[in-house]
């Protein structure tokens, strides 16, 4: 079943830097970058599998000097490709997230030597879920646990186990993971601190936020971001010195927001759509 459409928003600094870009996509003769396309080694909300290809193509191909990941997850659109600038930086607000993606880029032997003889069972389950915050654990053995509770877990997000039959210890592509992490700089901000830390006129912001009206679905800890942090969101990015895309799902209260901007919309299907009771939306 369809759920209704997640569109790209691609948005530019105004006064001509997009039709810059347009002139470049039409004329472009550059040399493409390597096409990496590793999967994520994990599975979480929003997760952008099916779309990682319609956004790097949005992505300005030249001027690009710093790519930062706003809202990182499981950084599918970061792996999609060898490199996406010189330098690259991958945030997340979820503090259990980033200390996994620190440990997979400098631990990843010891990461998975944690999990080796960890069993699928709904009793693991429960003591790492409910044991995950200890302060006596060591950052491996809190970056293994959180991984066994997306593995073990309904859909990747950690609140329910799932029941799976697969090989739980399993970490996919852990050295390509680690080798394309090595050159990252990860980071635990805020969006707000994470834009103005790294925004310069050479800065291509990739924003993934949570989707207007679904964002008791993602595990923030303890920020809460409503109606106010949707709109924060466009005014910070309306005024930085770089460039930006962004992607959302099609909802008028988003679509009056950045009506000034560019958008351009696509069809895709929605894991979640079973649950919500989706139907098929094909947009504008």
């Not at 010189?86 to 400098?106: G, H």
């Not at 073990?152 to 997000?157: I, T, V």
């Not at 993971?177 to 790294?198: A, F, G, P, W």
Request: glycine share 6%.
């Amino acid at each position: 079943m369809l759920f209704p459409i997640s569109y790209i928003l691609k948005i530019y600094q105004k006064y001509g830097t997009f039709w810059d870009v347009f002139i470049d996509k039409i004329g472009n003769r550059q040399i493409k970058k390597e096409v990496c396309n590793i999967d994520s080694f994990i599975t979480w909300i929003g997760g952008k599998k099916l779309l990682r290809k319609n956004i790097v193509a949005q992505f300005p191909k030249e001027g690009i000097e710093k790519y930062v990941e706003v809202f990182g997850g499981a950084a599918w659109v970061l792996f999609s490709k060898e490199e996406h600038a010189p330098k690259e930086v991958y945030n997340d607000i979820n503090s259990d997230l980033v200390n996994l993606f620190r440990m997979m880029k400098y631990h990843p032997e010891a990461l998975e030597k944690e999990l080796q003889f960890c069993l699928n069972a709904r009793e693991i389950y429960q003591l790492y879920l409910h044991s995950k915050d200890r302060e006596d654990l060591t950052e491996i053995q809190k970056a293994a646990r959180f991984f066994y509770l997306i593995k073990a877990s309904y859909g990747g997000k950690v609140a329910s186990f799932g029941g799976n039959f697969r090989n739980i210890a399993h970490i996919k592509n852990l050295e390509d993971i680690q080798n394309r992490l090595s050159r990252v700089l990860i980071e635990n901000k805020s969006y707000m601190d994470i834009i103005k830390r790294h925004d310069s006129i050479g800065t291509l912001f990739y924003c993934d936020p949570p989707y207007y009206q679904t964002e008791k679905y993602y595990d923030m800890g303890d920020f809460v971001f409503d109606e106010s942090q949707h709109i924060q969101l466009k005014y910070a990015l309306s005024n930085i010195k770089g460039k930006f895309v962004l992607s959302y799902n099609d909802h008028p209260f988003i679509r009056n927001l950045y009506q000034d901007f560019f958008m351009e919309s696509i069809e895709r299907n929605n894991n979640l759509g079973v649950a919500a009771g989706g139907e098929k939306d094909t947009g504008n």
